[in-house]
């Protein structure tokens, strides 16, 4: 309670609003940490994410700058399963690449936990950073959605789920913006979840 009235007061202090059913924000272990954090986007009060669509750039071949993932939405819908009233939202997103395919939980059930696949530094090479997320549905679903993300990079090992009884509610990315001509671009580079009683 103490934690969770102090992660309620860290939220309101940067400037963006909460849900009140928030109880926790769970961060995969991303191998960057470039860029700045954008603003926390939250499902509306009584939904919850049940799946997620990524941005990426594909490869660009030769000598040129590779930035692979450069966005996430989720796609949010009612805790009991009304999948006649749905919505989407998303944190910082950068300008390279494409919105690929979306990937959904099964009837019912909602994502809960996620892994990032993410490129270390690569010192005088081409950085791309996060490459790709991984979610489970439930705690109890064992399949998981892959995303259409990029080749580069490794999972993290270290998946971060939502207490029992909670869904992902909300999302806020890290984003690193155009860095000029001459300068290795890398777009999202982490992202912190957060999680709501059902």
Not at 49 to 75: C, W
Not at 127 to 148: E, Q, S
Not at 160 to 184: L, M, N
Request: glycine residues 10%.
């Amino acid at each position: 309670m103490i934690w969770t009235s102090l992660a309620l007061l860290f939220l309101a202090s940067s400037g963006d609003a909460w849900r009140s059913d928030y109880i926790r924000s769970i961060h995969p272990r991303s191998k960057t940490h470039w860029g700045s954090w954008g603003t926390i986007d939250w499902c509306p009060f009584g939904y919850y994410a049940y799946g997620f669509r990524l941005k990426v750039e594909s490869f660009q071949g030769g000598y040129k700058d590779d930035t692979a993932l450069n966005g996430i939405i989720l796609h949010c819908k009612k805790g009991r399963g009304d999948t006649g009233h749905q919505t989407h939202i998303h944190s910082s997103v950068e300008r390279w690449g494409s919105w690929g395919h979306s990937k959904f939980c099964p009837r019912r059930l909602f994502l809960t936990g996620v892994e990032i696949k993410s490129e270390s530094h690569q010192g005088s090479g081409d950085d791309t950073a996060a490459n790709n997320f991984k979610f489970t549905c439930n705690h109890r679903y064992w399949r998981p959605l892959i995303g259409d993300g990029s080749r580069w990079g490794s999972w993290n090992k270290h998946p971060v789920a939502c207490p029992p009884k909670s869904a992902i509610c909300g999302i806020r990315t890290r984003v690193e913006s155009w860095q000029g001509t001459k300068v290795d671009d890398t777009a999202l580079n982490e992202a912190i979840f957060y999680c709501c009683r059902k």
